[in-house]
């Protein structure tokens, strides 16, 4: 079984590093109003990197249910970032090449703090390097396609729901006519029971009544009949009267 926190170890390692350097900076006791644009730009970028990387991980990579949930059905999300994706996912990736240039960025801003009068002129520098900027901008849109790719799970992830209950309704269904199939035979079994039980007590009262059978005796009269036995009674005039 994959372990859930090598899964989100390079989520990790970037949401400490962007809580270590937003520390860092409010160490150096440098006014946040005089910082320039595109430093204040870069640090809402990481504040909200953090926050959807933080959700990304609890809510859904080291959440139980979100896995079972897509257990034998395709994601897009676990694709990315599930415990059975490759390294080499675009994501993996770029949280690989963020992670390093945040390490980078943390360690030139703890080097600038030594031996001079602190001052954004000083430390804005450390924030503008592009390599750092752009793996952070494209992290930042990837972490939007993975968003997208959250949204198509659920779709999708509903329609085969929503399959699943349609199919569950059917057997259901197919059952419930098994039963009364079943039912209707067992029923039928009992009332040809009940009908020769009757029977039975019927003929015992006849024979209590008189041991004759005459339904046999009816039968040996019939053949022992001869041609115009009887004729003279049906020819007679009172007969005929």
Not at 60 to 67: I, S
Not at 87 to 115: A, I, P, V
Request: charged share 25%; glycine share 6%; net charge negative.
């Amino acid at each position: 079984m994959a372990d859930p926190f090598s899964t989100g170890a390079g989520i990790i390692g970037v949401i400490s590093l962007t809580i270590q350097i937003t520390q860092v900076v409010a160490q150096f006791g440098v006014d946040w109003k005089d910082a320039p644009e595109n430093v204040k730009t870069f640090i809402a970028e990481l504040g909200t990197l953090k926050n959807v990387l933080s959700e990304t991980n609890t809510n859904l990579l080291l959440n139980p249910d979100f896995a079972a949930a897509f257990h034998n059905r395709p994601s897009l999300l676990l694709s990315q970032l599930g415990p059975s994706a490759p390294s080499t996912t675009d994501t993996k990736c770029m949280l690989k090449t963020c992670e390093r240039e945040l390490e980078s960025l943390l360690k030139e801003l703890k080097k600038r703090s030594k031996g001079y009068r602190l001052g954004w002129e000083r430390l804005k520098g450390a924030f503008v390097a592009k390599d750092t900027r752009e793996s952070v901008e494209n992290l930042c849109r990837q972490c939007q396609t993975l968003n997208n790719m959250l949204s198509i799970d659920a779709a999708v992830l509903g329609a085969s729901t929503y399959k699943e209950v349609i199919e569950a309704r059917n057997e259901q269904k197919e059952w419930h006519q098994a039963e009364a199939e079943i039912f209707m035979v067992i029923r039928g079994g009992v009332d040809e029971s009940n009908q020769r039980q009757e029977n039975q007590e019927r003929q015992a009262i006849l024979n209590w009544l008189t041991p004759t059978e005459f339904v046999s005796q009816q039968r040996d009269f019939i053949a022992r009949q001869q041609e115009g036995t009887g004729q003279w009674l049906l020819d007679s005039g009172e007969f005929k009267a």
